[in-house]
């Protein structure tokens, strides 16, 4: 068994100077380290909580432990989503019991100083990570922008290792927050494709989190640099299809100047042609929705932006959603207000559609969809996970075909511009 | 599954082996009956905490309990609650038994390292990494894994049956 090495500050927080709490956290991120092979351990500058997710009593008895113990975060530290709607929880028709627990796990948190962001999109924040600048960071969509579309540096880190860094400062030196591990290893090579859009992003960064496995993929091809929105997209899916934790966008991402630069002089292992006829196939795959008679369409996973608010504010303008069918945006408040001042709130609203903010789409399940039987989403993510949370198919759509068919109360899924030759 | 799949003996027909461990991520002793598979899983999302049933309709182990079963998967993907999830499914008693991977998973690990330093309680976790080793794991009915020993002993029954 390889020994990690300490330093002073890791041999006096081991000791109970700095807590009761420090100390077991510290204890945790070395078992970490010792998996993971690390020598040592360093220091990060920001830490974005990922487990503040209601799950069950033992992770939040956890967390109270820690708030218990006098833990306190050391470094800027970001809350993601909870599992309710602080503001709207009661009437969503969230269970009291549940909403309960979720708000004590994030009270926990609040009380241990971490900062109350409740969103999975930490990286439209102010204060966002800058490249080189060792982190640590929890959700997958937002590990994988914060490594790749910004250069920061942080592992594929589960729950509760998050708040042990925040509340210690210090994480295993492994994996991508070394140089020589965030080389690429398969390099994708993509079509000629034209008119591509959000939702071409997350079906590529599905097809790619397929193949990658643990591997760092590059993708060579991308001549337009895409959106804030087709990034996120993309980051979402291509960590929701596999363990992806980075990925290099050739002439796109900082650390993918060139081929040669993504791969730091390596050759390639594997060489994937992407083409047209497996895009096809991942777009069909996709959306698993049966049925005609349209009940709900949910937008927000991870949360709308102030680009997505626009976006769907212009394609909804003097329209107005059938009254058979619901349609709910999650998003943050740091947003909501955002897009408030902006008047896409009062457009989007007067299509009929409703927002609820602290939560996301992740915590939705069959007690919080009652009846709706037919669901679409322009959101590869909660297609891929929102089977499994509700126990039905999701048809998923491009966001204008989302808002036509919530308008026609029946799914409309038309064949993508950019699969069209 | 059948009762008789859950217990021991009659091990006719039964294809043994030893397998090597490779890295113990956490360490344990533990007998049983293996839900295997070579594809992937989500915890959060992928399995259901409150009665240790898979959920992700894109998994063939979907509508399966890993309930106090050895649960053989390549590694995790996806959601990084899955060790929060993995914690409350062994906090409620409905958590696998032990869990054997083919590559080092951190948060599967970490879910595991927090049960043993907040409750006392831990599983083992080890890693496979020969392919063919762990394709045998991934097929096998029963196994038993020590990390003092760094032994897996599996046995590959045609119907039913457990260790001898």
Redesign the interface.
């Known amino acids: 068994m390889n020994a990690v090495e300490l330093s002073n500050y890791d041999r006096d927080v081991l000791s109970g100077k700095y807590g009761e709490a420090a100390r ?1 956290a510290i ?2 991120i070395l ?2 380290a010792r ?2 092979r690390a020598q040592k351990l360093i220091d990060i500058s920001k830490v974005h909580i ?2 503040s ?1 209601y ?5 939040l ?2 967390i109270e ?1 820690l708030a218990d113990l006098g833990g306190k975060v050391r470094v800027p530290t970001t809350i993601n989503s909870i599992s309710i709607d602080r503001q709207r929880w009661r009437e969503q028709g969230i269970d009291e019991e549940f909403a309960g627990f979720s708000e004590r796990l994030a009270k926990a948190f609040e009380s241990m100083g971490a900062i109350p962001i409740f969103s999975c999109t930490p990286y439209v924040f102010p204060d966002a990570p800058v490249y080189g600048q060792d982190i640590v960071w ?3 969509n937002a ?1 994988v922008f914060a490594n790749s579309v910004l250069g920061a540096r942080t ?8 708040i042990c860094a925040a509340i210690t400062g210090r994480a295993p030196y492994s994996g991508l927050h070394l140089e020589i591990n965030r080389r690429g290893e398969i390099l994708f090579e993509m079509p000629d494709i034209s008119d591509k859009d959000t939702y071409f992003f997350s079906i590529l960064g599905y097809l790619i989190g397929k193949h990658s ?2 591997a760092i993929p590059v993708i060579d091809g991308i001549t337009e640099i895409p959106s804030l929105e087709q990034l996120k997209a993309f980051c979402s899916t291509i ?5 992806v934790g980075l990925f290099h966008m050739v002439g796109v991402t900082p650390e993918a100047a060139s081929c040669e630069q993504a791969f730091g002089g390596n050759l390639p292992v594997r060489c994937i042609q992407v083409t047209r006829e497996e895009l096809e196939n991942v777009w069909l795959q996709m959306s ?1 929705g049966r049925g005609s008679d349209l009940d709900l369409v949910v937008m927000g996973s991870p949360h709308f932006t102030l680009g997505d608010c626009e976006e769907l504010a212009s394609l909804v303008a003097n329209r107005r959603k059938n009254e058979k069918v619901d349609f709910l945006i999650t998003t943050n408040r740091f947003i909501y207000e955002q897009a408030k001042d902006r008047g896409f709130i009062r457009e989007i609203e007067k299509f009929g559609a409703r927002f609820s903010t602290d939560t996301c789409l ?1 915590m939705l399940n069959e007690r919080i969809i009652g009846n709706a039987k037919v669901v679409m989403t322009n959101s590869g993510k909660f297609a ?2 929102g ?3 509700i ?1 039905r198919g999701v048809y998923f759509a491009n966001t204008a075909d989302c808002v036509n068919s919530a308008v026609e109360a029946y799914p409309v899924l038309e064949k993508p511009k950019w699969l069209l030759v | 599954m059948t009762d008789s799949e859950e217990s021991l003996p009659h091990s006719e027909g039964a294809h043994c082996g030893t397998v090597l461990i490779d890295d113990v991520l956490v360490e344990g002793t533990c007998e049983g009956p293996i839900s295997g598979t070579q594809s992937m899983l989500s915890f959060w999302g992928g399995y259901d905490p409150a009665n240790g049933i898979v959920i992700d309709h894109h998994h063939p182990l979907c509508g399966e309990t890993l309930r106090k079963r050895i649960f053989v998967l390549p590694k995790g993907k996806g959601s990084s609650t899955g060790s929060a999830v993995l914690l409350d499914a062994l906090v409620s008693g409905n958590g696998p038994s032990g869990i054997i991977l083919n590559e080092v998973d951190e948060i599967i690990s970490l879910g595991v390292v927090i049960y043993q330093q907040f409750f006392g309680h831990s599983i083992p976790v080890v890693v496979v990494r020969d392919k063919a080793l762990f394709s045998l794991l991934v097929t096998a009915k029963y196994a038993k894994i020590d990390t003092k020993t760094r032994l897996v002993f599996s046995l590959a029954l045609r119907e039913t049956g457990g260790l001898a």
């Open positions: 077991i204890q945790v078992e970490i998996i993971q990922g487990g997710i799950t069950g009593q033992g992770s008895k956890v432990s929890a959700e997958s590990i592992n594929r880190h589960g729950d509760f290792l998050d496995g643990s960590s929701t299809a596999g363990p698993t992740c891929h996970y089977p499994g949370l126990n």
